[in-house]
């Protein structure tokens, strides 16, 4: 008879969730004001949308010497937060066994961290595999250190040490 019970206050549960209907919130959440102006995500967007083009491309080897790489890519950043860069190295990076110049062509969604200048690639999509000997050095997993103003961008990619495998300069089209 216990058991006969149980199934009864169940039902009788369940019969009377069916029965609620769903109300409008009856007053706002508190979420405070939307933070606007110089060094918040939204102006930091708004100063990076547009498409860049790369101007130069550096590698940092193993003692921190860097070593400009012939490359050429298109970078755009558009009003939803989203990152598409589509570009191709023109030689070959040091210490690379590679014949052909690896291809990068990679977007999605990055986080902005406006007061430290630098953001992370969210979920990002590729349309082929990239070179291990560039992933290396610019790995989408790495923490990317920005310096921006009107015209120009420079990305310095930080591996998790901390420490700067490659820098990319850009100019705005």
Request: hydrophobic letters at 40%; charged letters at 25%; one cysteine or more.
């Amino acid at each position: 008879m216990n058991r006969s019970l149980r199934h009864a206050a169940a039902l009788l549960a369940l019969a009377a969730s069916f029965a609620c209907h769903a109300q409008p919130r009856q007053r706002p959440l508190g979420v405070g004001p939307i933070a606007s102006g110089p060094g918040t995500v939204e102006a930091e967007r708004r100063r990076l949308q547009g498409t860049w083009q790369l101007d130069r491309f550096e590698v940092m080897d193993s003692a921190g010497a860097s070593r400009v790489v012939k490359a050429e890519a298109i970078l755009t950043y558009d009003e939803y937060g989203n990152l598409a860069v589509r570009g191709k190295l023109l030689e070959p990076l040091p210490s690379a066994d590679a014949v052909e110049y690896p291809m990068l062509e990679y977007s999605g969604p990055i986080v902005l961290d406006p007061p430290k200048h630098q953001f992370r690639l969210g979920a990002v999509k590729t349309t082929s595999s990239v070179d291990p000997t560039l992933e290396s050095k610019i790995d989408p997993a790495f923490v990317r250190r920005y310096e921006l103003s009107e015209t120009n961008l420079k990305i310095s990619y930080l591996n998790p040490a901390g420490d700067i495998t490659a820098i990319a300069s850009f100019t705005r089209k």
